[in-house]
């Protein structure tokens, strides 16, 4: 069983930052590639950022590129994510999950484990 929690959402004014964890079971962020993404209302999951399972390489949006940044400590079992410059469109719920599928790390259905989620809510 995969166990994938997220914390650290909340309310933020724009130009803030915010980091998001996410705290995994044993044996998957040392042996998984991970993801996050996000979901408005009325909306699919959309990829936000991903990293390998040694954290040698990272994957961001265009929508996020150079504002937040996705890193891990698998000897805590916790992956990040940073938000820095946040928008009032980075509004949604976040979501951590695990990737299975060896292809693109955009594809939503190449993950196949997903936390509850954490609301980051963004006002201008």
């Known amino acids: 069983q995969v166990l994938l929690v997220e914390s650290g959402g909340g309310s933020v004014q724009a130009g803030g930052s915010l980091t998001l964890s996410c705290e995994a079971s044993p044996r998957v962020l040392d042996r998984y590639a991970m993801g996050w993404f996000r979901r408005s209302p009325a909306q699919d999951k959309k990829f936000v950022a991903a990293?390998?399972?040694?954290?040698?390489?990272?994957y961001y949006s265009d929508s996020v590129k150079g504002r937040f940044t996705i890193s891990k400590n698998n000897n805590k079992n916790t992956m990040y994510l940073q938000m820095n410059s946040l928008k009032p469109e980075d509004t949604a719920v976040y979501y951590c999950a695990r990737k299975v599928w060896s292809g693109n790390y955009t594809y939503v259905g190449g993950y196949d484990s997903w936390g509850q989620g954490t609301q980051v809510t963004v006002s201008s």
């Open positions: 990293i390998n399972w040694s954290g040698s390489n990272t």
